[in-house]
């Protein structure tokens, strides 16, 4: 597809998503398209109110692994007070990020931005607020596109990170203007959802994911209760498309929406693996950073959801532990079998297990051995395109 017909579709669906606000003051949530329903909870988009105050309550008293976590997140580059953001109003990002023209600084200042909201929040320390405020202000006062092959999975890693960053600043009396959060909602629905929304049925599926992920996330800042309920039905369909369970029967679900059919065209899709096993992944055999990135989205939306009363976490407990358990087995040295991937994986899951093991293992229970290994000897985990200082956020978290 060319760059001109990219940005005639981009126009096209941005002015879609405008057409039910014209009635509305702008950044106001459009009307539920399911009828009345609970009101959100604020700040409800990764974290909310009682995970603050537990980490909180941890840092006051020198508890680990919170202390290194939180020393961690400040010593990173994106928690300095000397960022300075760089928005541009067209953001062209092609396969890789190349060209690179605005991908990285968007994901950047989106990362820096959920940084500084962390700090705020943790520390009352205002310069915090007015350095996320500061951020989040310069590029919803300027960026109109995203553009290239990668804008769909580009609006999703710094969609994921603007939303937490946004919910955490407005619901914490940070002073952040009502124009200001206006405007930046108009941003968040006219240049992120309409490449959100339709998904990205024929990539790799952590694609869909964190498509999803970031959905959900706007969703709840823009008080959507359309939004939302369209990211859980994607995240519904997406799982069971992207984790292999031997209930599925022989072959995989097909994913959803995208043609792939029959076994032929599902091992294909499945980077050429032909045996199906309890947790195998669609993308295993491209590698396991991919991988990582999938369940971590997959993870990252089930939390949110968890947030606001919906319990995505126990409709995937099964997927997502046997994925978890089976990728971290290799990633602590288990053995490779001759049948997985040619019997050479690319291993490395990244800072991709924290929440699971969280929920699964720390809240319900669930033994989740290899897992707790893996956290054991990784964490503190950091930052990683949509993935931020998840040990600080949600080790024990209640």
């Known amino acids: 597809m060319g760059r001109s017909r990219t940005r005639t579709l981009i126009a096209a669906a941005a002015l879609a998503a405008l057409l039910p606000l014209a009635s509305a003051p702008a950044g106001a949530a459009a009307p539920a398209a399911h009828g009345a329903r609970a009101a959100f909870q604020h700040p409800g988009v990764l974290v909310g109110d009682q995970q603050l105050a537990f980490v909180k309550g941890k840092l006051a008293a020198g508890a680990e692994p919170w202390t290194s976590a939180f020393a961690d997140l400040r010593s990173s580059k994106y928690a300095s007070l000397d960022w300075r953001p760089r928005p541009r109003a067209t953001v062209e990002c092609g396969s890789r990020s190349h ?190 950073g991919h991988t990582g990135w999938g369940l971590e989205a997959a993870a990252q939306t089930a939390e949110t959801a968890r947030l606001q009363g919906l319990d995505l976490w126990g409709e995937g407990r099964e997927r997502l532990v046997k994925a978890l358990e089976f990728h971290t087995a290799y990633d602590n040295g288990a053995k490779v079998p001759n049948w997985l991937c040619d019997g050479s994986p690319k291993t490395g899951l990244g800072p991709a297990v924290q929440l699971a093991y969280n929920e699964y293992h720390l809240r319900e229970g669930v033994a989740m051995p290899q897992t707790g290994q893996y956290v054991a000897t990784h964490s503190p985990f950091g930052a990683d395109y949509f993935i931020g200082w998840e040990t600080l956020t949600h080790t024990s978290a209640p």
């Not at 959905?215 to 990211?231: H, K, S, T, Y």
């Not at 859980?232 to 031997?246: E, F, H, N």
Request: with cysteine; aromatic share 10%.
């Open 99 to 288: 060209p690179d023209n605005g991908c990285s600084d968007e994901r950047d200042d989106a990362l820096a931005a959920y940084a500084h909201a962390l700090q705020w929040v943790l520390t009352r320390d205002q310069r915090y607020a007015d350095k996320a405020i500061e951020i989040m202000d310069a590029w919803s006062a300027v960026i109109q596109e995203h553009t290239n092959s990668n804008a769909p999975l580009q609006t999703g890693w710094s969609g994921n990170n603007w939303s937490r960053a946004a919910e955490l600043i407005r619901h914490s009396g940070a002073g952040w203007p009502t124009a200001s959060i206006d405007r930046f909602a108009t941003m968040l629905r006219t240049v992120y959802v309409p490449l959100l929304s339709p998904g990205s049925p024929r990539k790799n599926g952590n694609w869909e994911l964190i498509q999803t992920d970031a959905l959900m996330g706007i969703a709840v800042f823009l008080d959507d209760r359309g939004l939302f309920d369209q990211a859980a039905d994607m995240w519904r369909k997406r799982l069971p498309a992207y984790v292999y369970l031997s209930s599925d029967g022989a072959l995989p679900v097909p994913p959803p929406k995208a043609g792939i059919q029959g076994k032929a065209a599902l091992v294909k899709y499945w980077s050429g693996q032909s045996t199906f096993v309890d947790g195998l992944s669609q993308e295993t055999c491209r590698d396991f």
